[in-house]
């Protein structure tokens, strides 16, 4: 057990919907980050926010968004879903900025869109 | 820009067997370079990391890896294989040069499958 939380487990929905994928870090983290696992794509680096802030983005679509609460919780919206979407979505922590400090990973969400 | 490459998709060895899992990495500045395993319905787990600091680098579960520059490899090892490690195996590299971010670049990762 990692120590960081992901809900919901599995989600299933149709296209053109919205959802939201919630994430807990491990206690004291600051840093949290987005990762999507998919067989075409491979692991892609979503986004990363410390302390409440952007810290980083990458291949992350225009139809997702995310956000980090002052409680350190972050959650990650998609809309407008396409069957391209579904994968699986992986939440890491890490108590620091940088990448020299171990990330540790939730056991994802696993989304299908129908 | 930094990439990683991992070849073969899919590597079989028996029980007690050398395990060699290969990456290979393009960076433009000395990066920092990392292996995770992932099981059956799980997240990813931290073996390794190189930060460079000794070049051979020691992990969990009995796992090592060898960073390489002239070669830009960090190939993973373990001397004996055992039936827990068939998993999902993925490299990554990261670097100082990235902005001061977390941000990982994996591989697309290579399956080891252990026969008895």
């Known amino acids: 057990d990692s120590g960081v939380t992901q809900t919901p487990k599995h989600l299933i929905t149709a296209t053109g919907q919205r959802v939201t994928l919630r994430c807990s870090p491990r206690?004291?983290?600051?840093?949290v980050y987005w990762y999507q696992q998919s067989l075409d794509q491979g692991l892609q680096f979503l986004i990363q926010?410390?302390?409440?802030?952007?810290?980083a983005k990458g291949n992350i679509l225009e139809r997702f968004s995310a956000q980090q609460f002052p409680d350190l919780h972050s959650e990650l919206n998609l809309s407008s879903l396409e069957l391209g979407d579904s994968a699986l979505y992986f939440c890491?922590?890490?108590?620091?900025?940088?990448?020299?400090?171990?990330?540790?990973f939730g056991p994802g969400t696993r989304l299908t869109v129908l | 820009a930094q990439s990683v490459t991992q070849l073969g998709s899919h590597v079989s060895v028996s029980e007690g067997a050398l395990v060699l899992l290969r990456c290979n990495y393009s960076?433009?500045?000395?990066?920092?370079l990392f292996w995770y395993v992932q099981y059956p319905n799980q997240g990813l787990q931290l073996l390794l990391k190189?930060?460079?600091?000794?070049?051979l680098v020691k992990g969990i579960n009995g796992f090592e890896a060898e960073f390489k520059k002239s070669e830009t490899s960090f190939h993973l090892t373990k001397p004996s294989a055992h039936m827990s490690d068939a998993a999902e195996y993925f490299c990554?590299?990261?670097?100082?040069?990235?902005?001061?971010?977390?941000?990982?670049?994996f591989g697309q990762g290579t399956t080891l499958q252990v026969k008895p």
């Open positions: 890491a922590s890490s108590d620091g900025i940088t990448s020299y400090n171990e990330q540790f």
């Open positions: 206690s004291g983290d600051l840093s």
């Open positions: 926010y410390y302390n409440g802030e952007e810290r």
């Open positions: 960076s433009s500045v000395p990066p920092y």
């Open positions: 190189y930060t460079s600091a000794a070049t």
């Open positions: 990554a590299v990261s670097g100082p040069g990235s902005s001061n971010t977390g941000k990982l670049i």
